[in-house]
């Protein structure tokens, strides 16, 4: 057991993978001299050589196609996209080639690559280096999409998602970085698709995930100093969705509320919530709100940024409301 | 635009409850559609609209009362829009969604630029409480009332907007534990069952609507009304003999004792018609109409079908008429129309052996006939011959409000008279 930041628990297990399999490779824009712009792979190049730490130029679509050819052929490539918003150049290669691959040729070769990249406001980045899309990739069968929110469950879930043998999306987090929690010597690969019960709590269940699982865990501390007990569900995996954790969750709990780091309009709390009322209705004593990011793109001025993400007050007013609408 | 009212369905009928609603607002309706469900005291009638247009607005949301003639919709017409609603509820407006945070914050409001803000982070769910066709409550807490047999409508809501949440049925369980608050109409103590833990030797049968509603009419008769019986035995030998004779002569139609009885009813009621009323509050109604009604037991209730100016029917169209309603009635196919206007009921449980009983009177009306089986007494005549006769005993219940005892006795003697002079049923 030791107690590493978010970044370390990437860096080693991205080293132990590469030592155990030496088909893992990683590929991206600055990640080897420079070592990363995030320092994820610091060290790697010295240890592994340029032919498993490859630098790329500035071309998302091109090295995420490589690394797709690299993966049809028996290679597991870990891509870095240096945030989540150039993923976007690379849309095509990751929607319509990764996803489809498998599917498309009768399951003749799989993709088993993984797309590290984060996300996250809050870095006064303004709006195109802002953002949180992996809604995107979270709509799209054929891809995983993990977002841990932990160091250990950095570890672990980067861990499965390279021996995994479809492509997944890797959702890290720029304000999560530098967080620091216990990482158990020896951990095993995560089981992929499974939400977590982080706090356990009997008057409302929070739903969130990445950055928004550490602003829960705000607002449920707050919470419980007005006696509000407020239960926490990690999601961890976008897709697959484990719906029964959250489903469980809110049938014990009668209410919730979706914390999510992108817009509220047809955003990841949506589904959530028709989750939700397809699943618990019957034990619904409130309707599920959502908090989300202000519908506009993200302002560069701090103060502006704060005011639009969403916050531990902003979470603790939305539960507040929920219980007293159940007379609680 | 134009408003629905709540129709006349039955003539005992003053107020309906909303059973179910076909469309919602902004669904087009078509004349002669059906529009919603109302139950009535009678019977569960689907009701139609009238004209074409959109549905605009539920006024009165399933499960709740209205009573005739109070409006329970609005029926827009083509192109007209719905009519400027209330505020929403105070507590509508915290519930915002999405950003709690910025009205704390102005400067979160980049106002040029943020042209989807507003709309997106209403609060949707709750504005279109308005226009909702349920009463408010929450689904738990419509779960909860289920389990536990309880009537939402007798619950009020503390929740946004008076919508009802677990803790209104918690406490409705707390502060009644032994009777199931039924319908304010129905403070049955028959109803009283425990409401909330289940006893696994008991099995939970839910009542049917016409079981619900013959409980609600008798609780209602039985504590409104103050009956008194009169009882009195008819020789019905010449009835008897009067009956085969008609029977042979309608051959292959027949007439059942039954339908000599409320033939004779009839005949009593347009002779004498002090039972033949109601009353109220201020006045005595007297139906100048007889219409003599049949108790018909069902399996899970009891309806009475009406034949309608009985005085002036033949015994055999009464029987004809009486056996066609009856069949229809244990089909359940009976129109309210069928079931009401009566001005006096015959129950006959002739058939299953009973010697003599007393029947709780079918309200409006002020006396109902409890006739009970034929059989051989052996009876001893004026000069001390003891001889075997056919007779049967009836027991009138009358409604000590509407009439008193000797005229209610002069009624049932009159009848008796009737009844053993059966010619005289027919004259």
């Known amino acids: 057991m030791a107690t590493m930041t978010y970044r370390q628990a990437l860096r080693d297990t991205l080293r132990d993978e590469m030592l155990r399999d030496e088909n893992v490779f990683v590929m991206g824009e600055e990640i080897g001299v420079f070592e990363g712009s995030y320092k994820i792979t610091e060290g790697l190049l010295k240890e592994f050589g340029p032919k498993r730490v490859r630098d790329t130029p500035i071309a998302e679509e091109g090295f995420v196609g490589a690394a797709i050819g690299a993966a049809m052929l028996g290679l597991r490539p870990v891509v870095e996209i240096m945030t989540i918003n150039f993923s976007l150049l690379a849309l095509d290669q990751i929607v319509n080639h990764a996803a489809k691959i498998y599917g498309m040729f009768g399951g003749q070769c799989s993709v088993p690559m993984v797309?590290?990249?984060?996300g996250g406001g809050g870095q006064q980045l303004g709006a195109t280096h802002s953002q949180n899309v992996e809604l995107f990739y979270s709509f799209i069968p054929g891809l995983k999409v993990l977002a841990p929110s932990t160091p250990a469950e950095a570890s672990s879930m980067l861990r499965a998602a390279i021996r995994d043998d479809?492509?997944?999306l890797f959702l890290e987090n720029l304000a999560l970085y530098n967080t620091r929690g216990e990482v158990p010597d020896d951990l095993e690969p995560a089981e992929i698709g499974r939400a977590?019960?982080?706090?356990?709590?009997?008057?409302?269940?929070?739903i969130a995930y990445s950055r928004m699982a550490h602003v829960a865990a705000e607002a449920a501390d707050k919470l419980a100093t007005d006696g509000i007990s407020a239960e926490i569900v990690d999601l961890r995996s976008l897709r697959p969705l484990d719906r029964e954790t959250v489903v469980e969750s809110v049938r014990r709990t009668g209410c919730a509320v979706v914390a999510e780091d992108d817009w509220l309009t047809y955003g990841i709390g949506a589904e959530i919530a028709a989750t939700i009322q397809e699943g618990a209705f019957d034990h619904l004593d409130a309707p599920v709100r959502r908090v989300a990011m202000a519908e506009v793109p993200l302002p560069y001025s701090k103060p502006l940024e704060l005011a639009a993400l969403p916050s531990a007050e902003s979470l603790v007013t939305a539960v507040r409301d929920t219980v007293r609408a159940t007379g609680r | 635009m134009s408003e629905i009212l709540m129709p006349r369905l039955s003539d005992t009928m003053e107020e309906g409850v909303i059973s179910a609603w076909h469309k919602k607002p902004g669904d087009k309706v078509s004349a002669g559609e059906a529009l919603v469900d109302i139950e009535t005291d009678k019977a569960l009638m689907e009701y139609e609209a009238y004209e074409d247009g959109v549905l605009g607005e539920i006024l009165v949301a399933e499960g709740q009362t209205a009573s005739i003639g109070a409006p329970i919709a609005i029926l827009l017409g083509e192109g007209e829009s719905a009519p400027p609603k209330a505020p929403a509820a105070p507590e509508a407006a915290p519930a915002a969604n999405g950003q709690a945070a910025a009205p704390q914050q102005p400067a979160a409001a980049p106002a040029p630029a943020a042209t989807a803000t507003v709309p997106a982070q209403g609060a949707p769910a709750e504005a279109s409480n308005d226009t909702r066709s349920r009463p408010p409550s929450s689904p738990l807490a419509r779960r909860l009332a289920r389990e536990n047999d309880l009537d939402?409508?007798?619950?009020?809501?503390?929740?946004?907007?008076?919508r009802i949440v677990r803790a209104d049925i918690e406490a409705a369980l707390k502060n009644a534990p032994a009777p199931a608050p039924a319908a304010p109409q129905a403070p049955s103590p028959a109803t009283t069952a425990p409401a909330a833990a289940e006893d696994p030797d008991v099995e939970r049968v839910p009542l049917s609507r016409i079981r619900k509603v013959t409980a609600r009419r008798l609780t209602e008769s039985m504590q409104s009304t103050p009956h008194f019986y009169l009882t009195r035995v008819v020789d019905v030998g010449a009835l008897l003999a009067f009956r085969k004779t008609l029977n042979e002569a309608l051959n292959p139609a027949k007439v059942s004792v039954n339908d000599l009885i409320v033939k004779a009813c009839a005949t009593a009621l347009r002779a004498n018609p002090v039972l033949n009323v109601s009353f109220t509050e201020d006045s005595l109604l007297v139906h100048k109409r007889v219409n003599v009604g049949v108790a018909v037991a069902l399996e899970d209730g009891l309806v009475v079908p009406v034949i309608r100016d009985a005085d002036r029917k033949t015994v055999s169209q009464i029987g004809a008429e009486t056996r066609e309603l009856a069949g229809r009635a244990r089909e359940q196919r009976l129109t309210p129309q069928e079931m009401s206007g009566g001005t006096f009921t015959v129950s006959n449980l002739g058939m299953f052996g009973i010697d003599s009983f007393t029947a709780v009177i079918n309200p409006p009306e002020a006396g109902i006939l409890a006739v009970g089986a034929t059989r051989k007494d052996v009876v001893v005549?004026?000069?001390?011959?003891?001889?075997?006769?056919?007779?049967?005993?009836?027991?009138l219940s009358v409604d000590h409000r509407a009439c008193d005892g000797a005229t209610g006795a002069k009624f049932l003697g009159e009848l008796a008279e009737l009844l053993e002079n059966p010619l005289r049923i027919i004259a």
Do not use: Y
């Open chain 2, 152 to 162: 939402l409508t007798t619950i009020t809501g503390s929740g946004p907007g008076g």
């Open chain 1, 115 to 118: 797309i590290r990249t984060p």
């Open chain 1, 196 to 206: 977590a019960v982080t706090r356990p709590g009997t008057d409302v269940t929070i």
């Open chain 2, 381 to 395: 005549g004026d000069d001390g011959e003891f001889t075997a006769r056919d007779r049967l005993t009836l027991t």
């Open chain 1, 166 to 168: 479809d492509p997944v």
